[in-house]
């Protein structure tokens, strides 16, 4: 199901915002509220798991159907409703450009279908969807399928930015993408500042750290150089906005407080 195909049923991420939400009357901080945040539906998984074969045998899915359709079904019963339901990433376990990829998307933007009309979704590229080391044409493939690889929406009075993270792992075959998605993320910085947001959060797929920001390099997080340009940049803009309340979320969910 492609872009235009789908885009009746889908807010997508444009001009590096969503349209399900309107800047101007989402700025103001209202109280509380809450949003879903999942990660990994990853279609394919389970059956290239149980195989031992994670790069070639997702030829089965029909697990991670039933387990998404019983996520959509719970958030659907949750009154009041959430927000937003945000995916963080690896939406399906094909790589792009290798078998079922095109199957596996289609049937998971089928199951999402059934989310409220009144829950936007949110959904955040991950490596499986853009490849472990991203070109241009995977990033416009996403982008194509699923909106923006990196955007910003206001809900609430709370600013939230949603990141391309393979970026930061490796953009060696795609430079220019990733400088544009760093200045364009120094800008929204600047603006959580200016605007003084109640809070300012964001999501991402990597992980800057699993436990500590000194903790060693390992596949599951961002090297340490990375993570402590992204740590001071998120810090810089703590200290210029004089608020206490910035979030970084990528696969777990966290207590926003």
Request: charged content about 25%; aromatic content about 12%.
């Amino acid at each position: 199901m492609s872009f235009a195909e789908a885009g009746d049923v889908f807010h997508r991420a444009r001009g590096r915002t969503l349209d399900a939400f309107s800047s101007e009357k989402e700025k103001e901080w209202k109280g509380p509220f809450y949003f879903i945040q999942g990660a990994d539906p990853q279609f394919g998984l389970m059956k290239a798991w149980s195989t031992g074969d994670c790069d070639n045998g997702g030829d089965e899915w029909e697990q991670e159907i039933r387990l998404t359709e019983k996520a959509v079904e719970a958030i659907n019963k949750l009154s009041p409703k959430p927000k937003f339901f945000v995916l963080c990433g690896d939406l399906i376990h094909a790589m792009p450009g290798t078998p079922w990829q095109k199957e596996q998307t289609k049937d998971l933007q089928q199951v999402l279908k059934a989310v409220h009309k009144d829950i936007p979704l949110v959904f955040v590229s991950g490596n499986h969807d853009l490849g472990n080391v991203p070109t241009a044409e995977t990033v416009k493939d996403f982008c194509q399928t699923w909106g923006d690889d990196y955007f910003s929406f206001w809900v609430g009075g709370v600013l939230f930015l949603v990141l391309n993270s393979q970026f930061f792992y490796d953009a060696s075959k795609c430079p220019a993408l990733k400088q544009a998605q760093d200045r364009w993320l120094d800008q929204q910085l600047s603006i959580a500042g200016q605007q003084r947001c109640q809070h300012a959060i964001v999501f991402q797929h990597i992980p800057l750290f699993l436990q500590s920001i000194d903790e060693e390099d390992d596949y599951f997080n961002l090297t340490k150089a990375v993570r402590k340009e992204l740590a001071d940049k998120f810090t810089r803009a703590v200290v210029t906005g004089k608020k206490q309340g910035r979030r970084y979320l990528t696969h777990e969910p966290k207590l926003i407080r």
